[in-house]
């Protein structure tokens, strides 16, 4: 391992899916590597040393940890140790966490006092009181401080190349004039939605619940699948636009409908009768959702023994690679038996993943299907902030309100969290402008000119990794920004050039994600200012 200390060294805190696959993404940033784990479950913790810390040799003491309580014991003696005068390992600069979401908060403020920089999966926490106490930890000097340390959160849908040129040809270039209204789906995936949202729950992590198929014992599926969808509408018609110091431009209303619509007891096939178990249901060999057909059929005799199978039992990678299929296949097929029944605790139904169980017969309550309306008014600048703070400002023309009302204008955003879909995770949406009107799906945007009737076709890099190269290249911005602050570049300026999200930005995502999910409770619209001044502004005596 690199000693040498112009390397960014970073602990990663949870080696399930969403730790490994940011692990993966640092192999492809210079001058950065993982140099610890921190998590409970012993095999995974060896998997994940073995795959990105020490390849062919065990790890140091210093390089992994049964969670992160026993990294800030390690880390606050190690400190003291280089205090008195001894020679020390080097520490990490950088903290990706990665655990449970319920779980963040206690994990952020335990390590904000430690001075590291931070990077947070989303969503930042379940709930907005917690959200606001990670906020507090970070300015100990107050809300209206900055934070001393850089601060990322896993919002990766602002960080792949796609999304970077769609916001370019929005806001920089304005190709379609003035936005007007914006329609933006999240197709979850059929299978994915049985998976994550129905079947799943933290197996072994007892007696901590969670995720996510419970809205009672996680959180709703708008903010533990879309959170960063919301926060992408944000980024394109609230953020201030790029190389500007213009202030954001909040929305006016929000509404929301949905519910579960489909996997419930009430829509059970008549034909399973009372099979609760998909390897004892005589409709198996011809339902869509028979966990064998998703993990064995599909996925495991095809090779896969990564997500979604090594979720199901982390111990079928090294299975296969050490005793072949039929080894790993039996393994597989005793984990889809698991099944619970009257006779089963409670709390055990609750708090671990049946992914055999049938998925009329799961205890999921949250949405899989869900529309979130916002609105923005005209919201014109006081004179004085017109003009020399916008890099890109220049006197609108065909009566779109000038610089006064230069992308501050009315508009409509319409998001859809749909499970049902062939596509998965792939966003598509339309952008409606003055001017014209774009189509992008991920892959493409395509822009049509009212004017010249013409469409041009921008095909965006398509680096691999998550999300369209945005895991990748998040990690990259955080990096860039950690070794900035090295350089002596101010935290807040670090923090808006590379990572280019406040942490007020943050929050407010997050706040929409829980004021929509108020309104969709409640049936009614909710009036965005009033709602942020009542639930954030006087609680953090901004």
């Given amino acids: 391992m690199p000693s040498d200390p112009g390397v960014v060294r970073l602990l990663v805190i949870g080696a399930g899916s969403r730790g490994n696959q940011y692990a993966e993404a640092v192999?492809?940033?210079?001058?950065?590597?993982?140099?610890?784990?921190?998590?409970?479950?012993?095999?995974?913790?060896?998997?994940?040393?073995?795959?990105?810390?020490?390849?062919?040799?065990?790890?140091?003491?210093?390089?992994?940890?049964?969670?992160?309580?026993?990294?800030?014991?390690?880390?606050?003696?190690?400190?003291?140790?280089?205090?008195?005068?001894?020679?020390?390992?080097?520490?990490?600069?950088?903290?990706?966490?990665?655990?449970?979401?319920?779980?963040?908060?206690?994990?952020?403020?335990?390590?904000?006092?430690?001075?590291?920089?931070?990077?947070?999966?989303?969503?930042?926490?379940?709930?907005?009181?917690?959200?606001?106490?990670?906020?507090?930890?970070?300015?100990?000097?107050?809300?209206?401080?900055?934070?001393?340390?850089?601060?990322?959160?896993?919002?990766?849908?602002?960080?792949?190349?796609?999304?970077?040129?769609?916001?370019?040809?929005?806001?920089?270039?304005?190709?379609?004039?003035?936005?007007?209204?914006?329609?933006?789906?999240?197709?979850?995936?059929?299978?994915?939605?049985?998976?994550?949202?129905?079947?799943?729950?933290?197996?072994?992590?007892?007696?901590?619940?969670?995720?996510?198929?419970?809205?009672?014992?996680?959180?709703?599926?708008?903010?533990?699948?879309?959170?960063?969808?919301?926060?992408?509408?944000?980024?394109?018609?609230?953020?201030?636009?790029?190389?500007?110091?213009?202030?954001?431009?909040?929305?006016?209303?929000?509404?929301?409908?949905?519910?579960?619509?489909?996997?419930?007891?009430?829509?059970?096939?008549?034909?399973?009768?009372?099979?609760?178990?998909?390897?004892?249901?005589?409709?198996?060999?011809?339902?869509?959702?028979?966990?064998?057909?998703?993990?064995?059929?599909?996925?495991?005799?095809?090779?896969?023994?990564?997500?979604?199978?090594?979720?199901?039992?982390?111990?079928?990678?090294?299975?296969?690679?050490?005793?072949?299929?039929?080894?790993?296949?039996?393994?597989?097929?005793?984990?889809?038996?698991?099944?619970y029944d009257d006779a089963t605790p409670k709390a055990e139904v609750e708090w671990r993943p049946w992914f055999g169980r049938c998925v009329w017969e799961c205890d999921n309550d949250v949405c899989d299907d869900q529309v979130v309306t916002l609105t923005w008014d005209d919201d014109p600048l006081p004179q004085g902030q017109i003009g020399g703070v916008d890099e890109n400002a220049n006197v609108s023309d065909g009566g779109e309100g000038g610089n006064v009302l230069k992308r501050r204008m009315a508009k409509t955003a319409t998001f859809h969290m749909i499970a049902y879909t062939e596509a998965q995770c792939h966003r598509r949406g339309r952008v409606y402008g003055t001017k014209g009107e774009i189509a992008y799906d991920s892959k493409t945007i395509s822009v049509y000119d009212f004017a010249s009737g013409e469409v041009k076709v921008h095909q965006p890099h398509q680096p691999r990794g998550g999300h369209g190269g945005g895991d990748a290249g998040l990690v990259r911005q955080f990096v860039s920004a950690v070794e900035a602050v090295r350089n002596g570049m101010a935290v807040p300026e670090a923090q808006k050039r590379f990572v280019g999200c406040s942490m007020e930005e943050i929050i407010r995502s997050h706040a929409v994600v829980f004021a929509a999910e108020e309104a969709r409770r409640e049936g009614r619209v909710v009036q965005w200012r009033d709602w942020w001044k009542r639930e954030v502004e006087e609680k953090m005596n901004l």
């Fill in 27 to 339: 192999q492809e940033v210079p001058n950065s590597i993982v140099t610890a784990i921190a998590e409970p479950i012993e095999f995974k913790r060896k998997a994940f040393c073995k795959k990105w810390i020490w390849p062919e040799q065990k790890p140091a003491a210093e390089q992994e940890f049964d969670d992160w309580h026993q990294f800030v014991q390690y880390e606050k003696t190690r400190r003291k140790r280089a205090a008195a005068g001894e020679s020390v390992e080097p520490g990490v600069e950088i903290a990706f966490i990665c655990i449970l979401d319920e779980l963040h908060v206690e994990a952020i403020t335990a390590l904000a006092p430690l001075g590291l920089h931070i990077m947070s999966e989303k969503p930042l926490a379940t709930t907005l009181k917690d959200c606001l106490k990670i906020y507090s930890s970070l300015c100990p000097e107050g809300p209206q401080s900055q934070p001393s340390t850089i601060f990322g959160i896993g919002h990766v849908l602002r960080y792949s190349p796609h999304n970077m040129l769609l916001r370019e040809l929005l806001l920089e270039d304005q190709v379609i004039g003035e936005i007007i209204s914006i329609e933006h789906t999240e197709p979850v995936g059929w299978w994915h939605f049985a998976h994550s949202y129905v079947r799943r729950a933290p197996k072994f992590i007892q007696p901590v619940r969670g995720n996510w198929r419970k809205e009672s014992n996680s959180a709703p599926s708008l903010l533990t699948k879309s959170c960063h969808d919301i926060d992408f509408l944000l980024w394109l018609l609230s953020s201030s636009p790029p190389r500007s110091n213009l202030p954001p431009h909040p929305p006016s209303t929000l509404s929301s409908t949905g519910r579960l619509t489909y996997l419930h007891k009430g829509r059970k096939p008549i034909a399973a009768g009372s099979a609760t178990n998909c390897l004892s249901c005589p409709i198996e060999p011809t339902c869509t959702y028979s966990a064998k057909k998703i993990y064995l059929d599909k996925r495991l005799k095809a090779g896969n023994t990564s997500w979604p199978v090594i979720i199901v039992n982390p111990e079928i990678e090294d299975l296969y690679t050490t005793q072949g299929l039929p080894a790993a296949e039996a393994a597989l097929l005793n984990s889809l038996a698991e099944n």
